[in-house]
Nanobody, 120 residues
Framework: VQLQASGGGLVQAGGSLRLSCAGS??????MAWFRQAPGKQREFVAG????????VYADSVKGRFTISRDKAKRMVYLQMNSLKAEDTAVYYC????????????????WGQGTLVTVSS
């Protein structure tokens, strides 16, 4: 399974970006976005189940980020609004069989990451 993340870039604080991830289209699995800021550990951002569209968000992004999927296109998106400097990180998409979990080790397949830089 190869995941392809895209959509990163440079944006001013308060701005928006939409990240995209081309998934495998397999059923009965969950996809998630993680991020890793310089000098910090990778952390869970948001996840979605492919079949039902159930979503989970990290507290730090609730109300600002929205994860969604397009089954026909086999794509998962992360709409990021009201971006802050602390959102600066490399964002990764990942998937796993089963339900959403925030644990990095539970995700088997990973995309290559896309850099998001938010200037203050």
């Amino acid at each position: 399974v190869q995941l392809q993340a895209s959509g990163g870039g440079l944006v001013q604080a308060g701005g928006s970006l939409r990240l995209s991830c081309a998934g495998s289209g397999r059923t009965n699995y969950a996809m998630a976005w993680f991020r890793q800021a310089p000098g910090k550990q990778r952390e869970f951002v948001a996840g979605i189940t492919w079949n039902w569209g159930t979503t989970v968000y990290a507290d730090s992004v609730k109300g600002r980020f929205t994860i969604s999927r397009d089954k026909a296109k086999r794509m998962v998106y992360l709409q990021m609004n009201s971006l802050k400097a602390e959102d600066t990180a490399v964002y990764y998409c990942a998937d796993r069989n089963g339900d959403i979990t925030t644990r990095i080790s539970e995700y088997r397949y990973w995309g290559q990451g896309t850099l998001v830089t938010v200037s203050s």
